[in-house]
């Protein structure tokens, strides 16, 4: 494969100190964005990166970053034809914002840009007022702008209508890193660069950083690495379980929801004898209702295994059963009916015991209540 069609991805780190001190998120002037779902064509594959920096001792809010921010990747992801043409309209789109701002408000601003776009091996790197980007490589770093480049003077982002847009463009490989920084890096030397990423990891060269960054200082660092392999292995499906044929309904069978609900009544309410007597008829009957349906049930399915003399149905002839079978189907039936008459009639005289017994406890309590003013007549009920 060409260098040229080589298709790379990016790793992407950040580097936030103010004071001295180490800021765990990126810079507000800092982003990293893949193209959005619905971007101009052309801009399908492009990756945009970018890092607006204030000059020393300027300070802004978030949303003036954020801004500037979003009007250069709207502009840029929306805006059709070639990759510089592109980055100059984004560009020129947050330069009309600062230049505006500094007409209007009081607080006066240097901003600086560095940005640039990923398309497969292909990096463009624009740079704009004080700001710096660092092409680090094995042969060492390329600085853009250069020193020279510096000497002759740039302007800031918006100090005129037209920007001054210094563009680069390159081809990369797996293992380069690019530093989009703001000026406080223009200090560091070549072979301190060098020395800090050279152990090609991301997170070692901003380790490195650190030790040599100034008290107040911004960069985003970019790794460029070949994408981890698809896998093409898609997993088996499960086999398909085979279908049953469907069994007949043994009877009715009741809301489970009903039960708590059902329970919760009970504990809020205190019924009477007759009543409690009466719900436990209800109660037994339903029973019996139930297991009389499940008998039912049964005597079907046993019909519909049980031979009916000859037949042309092959299905029906399927499931003929031999005579010892039958008969201890046959007698399964009156065991099963023999004890569901037992239950049955035990349900019932529970019942009649229970009912009994609420209405002695509340003869019991209603002689206790006429007792009160005796304390000795009323401790027996």
Same mark, same amino acid.
Request: with cysteine.
């Given at each position: 494969?060409?260098v040229?069609d080589?298709?790379?991805?990016?790793? &992407?780190?950040?580097?936030?100190?103010?004071? +001295?001190?180490?800021?765990?998120?990126?810079?507000?002037?800092?982003?990293?964005?893949?193209?959005?779902?619905?971007a101009?064509? +052309?801009?399908?594959?492009?990756?945009?990166?970018?890092?607006?920096? #204030?000059?020393?001792?300027?300070?802004?809010?978030?949303?003036f970053?954020?801004?500037?921010? %979003?009007?250069?990747?709207e *502009?840029?992801?929306?805006?059709?034809?070639?990759?510089?043409?592109?980055?100059?309209?984004?560009?020129?789109?947050a330069?009309?914002?600062?230049?505006?701002?500094?007409?209007?408000? *009081?607080?006066?601003?240097?901003?600086?840009?560095?940005?640039?776009? #990923?398309?497969?091996?292909? /990096?463009?790197?624009?740079?704009?007022? @004080?700001?710096?980007?660092?092409?680090?490589?094995?042969?060492?770093?390329?600085?853009? @702008?250069?020193?020279?480049?510096?000497?002759?003077?740039?302007?800031?982002?918006?100090?005129?209508?037209? @920007?001054?847009?210094?563009?680069?463009?390159?081809?990369?490989?797996?293992?380069?890193? #690019?530093?989009?920084? %703001? @000026?406080?890096? =223009?200090?560091?030397?070549?072979?301190?660069?060098?020395?800090?990423?050279?152990?090609?990891?991301?997170?070692?060269?901003? =380790? =490195?950083?650190?030790g040599?960054?100034?008290?107040?200082?911004?960069?985003?660092?970019?790794?460029?690495? *070949?994408p981890?392999?698809?896998?093409?292995?898609?997993?088996?499906?499960?086999?398909?379980?085979?279908?049953?044929?469907?069994?007949?309904?043994?009877?009715?069978?009741? %809301?489970?929801?009903?039960?708590?609900?059902?329970?919760?009544?009970?504990?809020?309410?205190?019924?009477?004898?007759? %009543?409690?007597?009466?719900?436990?008829?209800?109660?037994?009957?339903?029973?019996?209702?139930g297991?009389?349906?499940?008998?039912?049930?049964?005597?079907?399915?046993?019909?519909?295994?049980?031979?009916?003399?000859t037949?042309?149905?092959? /299905?029906?002839? !399927?499931?003929?059963?031999s005579?010892?079978?039958?008969?201890?189907?046959?007698l399964?039936?009156?065991?099963?009916?023999?004890?569901?008459?037992?239950?049955?009639y !035990?349900?019932? +005289?529970? *019942?009649?015991?229970?009912?009994?017994? &609420?209405?002695?406890?509340?003869?019991?309590?209603e002689?206790?209540?006429? +007792?009160l003013? =005796?304390?000795?007549?009323?401790?027996?009920?």
């Amino acid at each position: 494969m060409a260098v040229s069609d080589m298709e790379l991805e990016a790793l &992407v780190g950040h580097l936030f100190i103010v004071g +001295g001190r180490m800021i765990s998120s990126a810079s507000p002037g800092a982003i990293a964005m893949s193209p959005p779902r619905r971007a101009a064509r +052309g801009r399908d594959s492009d990756s945009f990166f970018s890092l607006i920096s #204030l000059a020393p001792g300027e300070r802004q809010p978030a949303t003036f970053y954020k801004s500037l921010l %979003d009007a250069l990747t709207e *502009t840029y992801y929306n805006t059709t034809g070639g990759v510089t043409t592109a980055m100059r309209e984004a560009i020129a789109a947050a330069s009309q914002q600062v230049y505006t701002f500094n007409r209007v408000e *009081t607080d006066f601003v240097t901003v600086g840009l560095a940005c640039a776009v #990923l398309r497969g091996s292909e /990096l463009f790197v624009a740079v704009v007022g @004080p700001a710096r980007a660092f092409l680090i490589r094995g042969h060492g770093p390329e600085r853009m @702008p250069s020193d020279f480049e510096l000497h002759e003077g740039v302007l800031a982002l918006g100090a005129e209508v037209e @920007p001054d847009i210094r563009l680069y463009r390159h081809h990369v490989q797996p293992g380069d890193f #690019l530093l989009l920084a %703001d @000026p406080s890096f =223009n200090r560091l030397s070549d072979s301190a660069l060098s020395q800090a990423a050279s152990s090609g990891q991301i997170a070692d060269l901003l =380790n =490195n950083l650190v030790g040599v960054a100034s008290p107040d200082s911004a960069c985003e660092v970019i790794e460029f690495v *070949t994408p981890l392999p698809e896998e093409d292995d898609e997993p088996e499906p499960l086999p398909r379980r085979r279908r049953l044929p469907a069994l007949p309904l043994l009877g009715k069978i009741a %809301d489970p929801s009903a039960a708590p609900a059902a329970a919760g009544r009970a504990r809020r309410a205190e019924p009477s004898g007759d %009543d409690a007597g009466r719900k436990l008829r209800q109660a037994g009957s339903g029973a019996a209702k139930g297991l009389a349906g499940a008998a039912g049930g049964l005597r079907v399915l046993v019909e519909r295994w049980m031979p009916a003399g000859t037949t042309e149905n092959p /299905l029906e002839q !399927r499931f003929k059963l031999s005579v010892p079978a039958q008969i201890g189907i046959a007698l399964g039936v009156a065991l099963l009916t023999a004890l569901l008459t037992y239950v049955v009639y !035990r349900m019932r +005289g529970d *019942t009649s015991q229970y009912a009994q017994l &609420v209405r002695e406890a509340q003869s019991e309590i209603e002689q206790a209540r006429d +007792g009160l003013g =005796n304390q000795a007549e009323a401790r027996p009920h």
